[in-house]
């Protein structure tokens, strides 16, 4: 049995703030290997300036190449076809192809408050434990209250993450603007980005 962490996203591009979150899932949960899963079309936001699904995937290929703590998939991509992903259908997939694994679903604190909006959150608790990212014990107090009706409160734990204020639309921006993006992403990444000629139009402000 592996104990195995997903982290899901658009990775548009994938960051070193994706990467701690991560390594320090890894190491607080105990976890094996954590996998990033990039989504085609999330249900709850758009994916401004997509360069494409094909494209997320190599670039986070790229984030963790030669790394054996981490890995890809692209169960979400390959089941999706046209629509939104949802992670509960992703857990039974994952469940269905490999029952032994012990599951955790890797979440920042802001997407733990959402979760009794997502489709069949009661059930997402029963096939995965989930990893909450999140500092503040004010935070992880509201975030137990809110889930608490789903029950399942021994399947939540929290872990601390250090504070990095990066994000991809900060990127895609740098991107656009001709200013260097290293060391806010894997040096790999910057160089597909690069290569790719990624990112060159205006970013909105917003993700």
Not at 9 to 32: K, M, S, V, W, Y
Not at 34 to 51: A, G, I, Q
Not at 165 to 190: K, M, Q, Y
Request: contains cysteine; proline residues 8%; negative net charge.
């Amino acid at each position: 049995m592996a104990a195995i962490g997903i982290l899901g996203g658009t990775f548009n591009p994938p960051h070193i703030g994706h990467l701690l979150c991560a390594q320090e899932a890894r190491d607080r949960l105990r976890l094996d290997r954590v996998v990033l899963m990039p989504v085609l079309r999330p249900p709850h936001k758009e994916v401004p300036e997509d360069p494409g699904t094909a494209e997320r995937v190599e670039l986070c290929r790229a984030a963790v190449a030669g790394d054996e703590r981490f890995d890809v998939s692209t169960a979400e991509i390959d089941r999706a076809g046209d629509g939104p992903s949802f992670t509960v259908d992703t857990l039974r997939q994952w469940h269905d192809a490999r029952p032994d694994d012990d599951l955790t679903f890797i979440v920042g604190g802001d997407m733990a408050l959402s979760l009794p909006t997502w489709r069949e959150p009661g059930a997402i608790l029963q096939l995965a434990r989930l990893g909450v990212a999140e500092r503040g014990s004010a935070v992880r107090a509201d975030i137990a209250e809110r889930l608490a009706p789903l029950g399942g409160a021994e399947r939540i734990s929290f872990f601390d993450l250090p504070r990095v204020d990066v994000s991809s639309t900060d990127v895609r921006r740098r991107v656009a603007e001709g200013r260097p993006i290293r060391w806010l992403v894997p040096d790999a990444v910057a160089d597909r980005i690069a290569a790719r000629g990624l990112y060159t139009r205006e970013v909105p402000a917003y993700e």
